[in-house]
T-cell receptor, first 115, second 117 residues
Framework: DGGITQSPKYLFRKEGQNVTLSCEQN?????MYWYRQDPGQGLRLIYY???????QKGDIAEGYSVSREKKESFPLTVTSAQKNPTAFYLC??????????????FGPGTRLTVL | AQSVTQPDIHITVSEGASLELRCNYS??????LFWYVQSPGQGLQLLLK??????LVQGIKGFEAEFKRSQSSFNLRKPSVHWSDAAEYFC???????????????FGTGTRLTIIP
């Protein structure tokens, strides 16, 4: 079955450590996205990539980094510079790179807790 | 820049009753509008979307939404809810094709739906 996988489902890290969240899709989609979800705030865009080896900052990119070396993979690194990293992180993909009219398909999410 | 308002944080409905979830958007040009549903601890699933044409849009699971340009609204409706509809619902607006370089999907803060027997 095609879809988006995110791992791990739960992640704990100590303050000051970097951590990388995995996102893989086998939908052959060009575009991929990372969102952060906090209670009562909806989803906020961190980074997005419309094509391999290219990505753009979203609304809240500070303290995060990404790479897009393969079409199917878009890992997100939460760095120690992120002041409040505890959140639910969602990865999504869409079929084409031509704007945001295309349906975004979401993974099951990773819940990151900083101890 | 576009924005989305979902004025109801939490709604409780009896099973079998009708449902309407409100969504108001702000965007200067023709928007792309979406409704997503999220079960607890899960990702989001698309219910329906509107780009142009018929202002009444049918989606999955018996949901529909109506685009009203004059009211800047895109309310989600269902004539009879089931206990399995309990979830969080998000409205989202996407910038249209004339806004190259500023394309993004802006989500509302969500409405949590509780179903009582």
């Amino acid at each position: 079955d095609g879809g988006i996988t995110q791992s791990p489902k739960y992640l704990f890290r100590k303050e000051g450590q970097n951590v990388t969240l995995s996102c893989e899709q086998n939908l052959n989609h060009d575009a991929m996205y990372w969102y952060r979800q906090d209670p009562g705030q909806g989803l906020r865009l961190i980074y997005y990539s419309q094509i391999v080896n290219d990505f753009q900052k979203g609304d809240i990119a500070e303290g995060y980094s990404v790479s897009r070396e393969k079409k199917e993979s878009f890992p997100l690194t939460v760095t120690s510079a992120q002041k409040n990293p505890t959140a639910f992180y969602l990865c999504a993909s869409s079929i084409a790179a031509g704007g945001f009219k295309d349906t975004q398909y979401f993974g099951p999410g990773t819940r990151l807790t900083v101890l | 820049a576009q924005s989305v308002t979902q004025p109801d944080i939490h709604i409780t409905v009896s099973e079998g009753a009708s449902l309407e979830l409100r969504c108001n958007y702000s965007y200067g040009a023709t928007p792309y509008l979406f409704w997503y549903v999220q079960s607890p601890g899960q990702g989001l699933q698309l219910l329906l979307k509107y780009f142009s044409g018929d202002t009444l849009v049918q989606g999955i699971k018996g949901f529909e939404a109506e685009f009203k340009r004059s009211q800047s609204s895109f309310n989600l409706r269902k004539p009879s809810v089931h206990w399995s509809d309990a979830a969080e619902y998000f409205c989202a607006v996407g910038a249209g094709p004339s806004n190259f370089g500023n394309e993004k999907l802006t989500f509302g803060t969500g409405t949590r739906l509780t179903i009582i027997p």
